[in-house]
C-alpha cells in the first residue's frame, strides 16, 4: 500500500511538473500545437479527429479567422479546398468530399500554426518528436514479436516479410506510412545535430541523437520499405548542402556509394528482392489507369480518393490512391485544381527563399528543403504523403519558416 502510495505521489509530481512548465514557457494559443503534436502518434483515426476537434475549437474562438486574415494567399487555400468538395459531389466520390474537409482543417489548423510559431516552441517541438519516435519503435518492436511469435519464430531474428499485414507499421496504420515516418524523424533528428555548436561540450547529446537514429533506421528495415532508404539518403545529403557542410556531405555521399555497390554485387541481400519485378507491374498497372482517368478528367478530376472511386471501372489494382506524387494530385485535383493552390505555395517558396538568401538559419531552411526533396524522391513511387500524420508532419515542418516573422527577418 505504501508503494502505490508513492507511485501515486510520483507520478502526481511528474504531471504538475508537466504542465507547469508548459503554462511557463508556451501560451494558451502554443499549447494547442504541442497537443496536435501529440495526437500524430496515437492511430489516425484518433489523430484526425483530435485535429477536427482542435480546429473547430479555434475557429469558435475566433483564432482560424484571424490566421486566414493575417497569412499571404491564405484565401487559396478556401478557393482549392471549396472546389475539391464541389467536384467530389458532382462525381459521387463521397469519401473525396470528406477528404476536402479534412484537408480545410488540417490546413486551417497549419495557418495557425504559422501564427503561434516561435523559435522556442519549435525547439520543443522537435524534442517532443524524437523522443515520441523511440515511443513509436518501442511499439514496433512488440508488433514485430506478435509477427515472429505468428510464424511459429520463438527467437527474435530480422526477417522481412512481402505481405504488408506482416510487415511493421507501428501506430501509422500502414508500413510505408510508417517508414515515411521515419524519414522526417531521422531528418528531424539530423537537424538537431547540425544545431549543435561544439561536440566536444554537447558530445551526449550528440550520442543521443545518433542512438534515436540507429533505432529508427533499425525499424525502417522491419517496415521492409525499400524506398526509404535512397530517400532518407538524399535528405540527408540535401541537408548538407544547404546547410554549407561540404565535407561532411562528401564523406556520407562516398558511404552511399559503397552501399550501393554493395547491393549491385550482392543483390540477394536487397530486402524483398524476390518480389521486385512485381512489384513493378503492379505500379504501371496503377499508373496506367490513372492516367486513362486523367486523360477523360484533365480539369477538375473526380477528387480527393479518385483512384479508389475509379479502379473498378478500369478493372485496376484495387488500392486507394494511383501510388505516385506526379500522378495522383492531377488525377484528383486536375490542372485547374492544382493551379488554384499554386499561389499559396507560391508564397510560402518565396518566404523560404527570403530565409536562405538572407542567411537566417540555414539549418532550418535546410531541414525544410530536405523534406520537400524527400516527399518527391518517395513519391516516385509511392504517395505515403496523402495520409493523416505523414501529410499533417509534413505541413507541419514545411510551414516552421514563420518562426522567423517578418519583424525578426
Known amino acids: 500500500m505504501k508503494c502505490c502510495k508513492i507511485k501515486i505521489h510520483l507520478w502526481e509530481v511528474f504531471t504538475i511538473f508537466g504542465i507547469d512548465y508548459l503554462k511557463e514557457h508556451f501560451t494558451h494559443n502554443q499549447r494547442y500545437i504541442i497537443v496536435a503534436i501529440f495526437s500524430m502518434f496515437l492511430p489516425f483515426y484518433m489523430c484526425g479527429a483530435v485535429l477536427i476537434f482542435l480546429t473547430l475549437r479555434l475557429l469558435w474562438k475566433g483564432e482560424i479567422q484571424e490566421a486566414y486574415r493575417q497569412t499571404p494567399a491564405s484565401r487559396y487555400i478556401l478557393i482549392f479546398c471549396c472546389l475539391s468538395f464541389i467536384v467530389s459531389l458532382f462525381y459521387q466520390n463521397y469519401i473525396g468530399a470528406v477528404c476536402s474537409v479534412a484537408i480545410l482543417f488540417i490546413l486551417s489548423f497549419i495557418l495557425y500554426y504559422r501564427k503561434h510559431i516561435t523559435s522556442e516552441l519549435f525547439e520543443f517541438i522537435s524534442n517532443v518528436i524524437i523522443v515520441m519516435s523511440l515511443f513509436a519503435a518501442f511499439y514496433g518492436l512488440i508488433e514485430y514479436i506478435g509477427i515472429l511469435n505468428k510464424f511459429d519464430i520463438n527467437q527474435f531474428e530480422v526477417v522481412i516479410f512481402n505481405n504488408p499485414q506482416d510487415r511493421v507499421n507501428s501506430v501509422f496504420f500502414n508500413a510505408n506510412y510508417y517508414a515515411m515516418m521515419i524519414e522526417f524523424f531521422v531528418c528531424i533528428t539530423f537537424y538537431k545535430i547540425l544545431k549543435l555548436h561544439d561536440l566536444k561540450v554537447e558530445f551526449k547529446k550528440f550520442f543521443y541523437y545518433i542512438l534515436v537514429i540507429f533505432i529508427n533506421l533499425f525499424l525502417l528495415l522491419l517496415t521492409g520499405c525499400r524506398t526509404a532508404w535512397p530517400t532518407i539518403a538524399i535528405g540527408i545529403l540535401v541537408m548538407l548542402i544547404v546547410d554549407k557542410h561540404y565535407k561532411t556531405c562528401l564523406c ?3 558511404c552511399v556509394l559503397f552501399v550501393v555497390l554493395y547491393f549491385l554485387l550482392n543483390p540477394s541481400q ?3 528482392v524476390d518480389n521486385i519485378v512485381a512489384y513493378f507491374l503492379t505500379r504501371q498497372n496503377i499508373w496506367k489507369v490513372a492516367i486513362e482517368n ?3 478528367h484533365p480539369l477538375f478530376g473526380e477528387g480527393p480518393m479518385t483512384y479508389m472511386h475509379i479502379y473498378a ?10 501510388h505516385s506524387i506526379y500522378i495522383d494530385p492531377i488525377l484528383c485535383f486536375g ?5 488554384t493552390i499554386v499561389p499559396y505555395i507560391v508564397s510560402n517558396i518565396k518566404r523560404l527563399y527570403h530565409l536562405w538568401k538572407q542567411k537566417i538559419d540555414l539549418a532550418l531552411v535546410a531541414l525544410i528543403v530536405s523534406f520537400t526533396v524527400m516527399i518527391f524522391v518517395h513519391g516516385t513511387l509511392d504517395y505515403t504523403v496523402f495520409f493523416v500524420q505523414t ?3 509534413y505541413l507541419l515542418i514545411a510551414s516552421s ?3 522567423y516573422n517578418s519583424h525578426e527577418v
Open 252 to 254: 556520407i555521399f562516398t
Open 270 to 272: 536487397f530486402p524483398r
Open 294 to 296: 486523367i486523360k477523360s
Open 313 to 322: 471501372s478500369y478493372h485496376g489494382h484495387p488500392t486507394e490512391h494511383a
Open 335 to 339: 490542372f485547374v485544381g492544382i493551379a
Open 391 to 393: 501529410g499533417f508532419l
Open 401 to 403: 519558416f514563420d518562426v
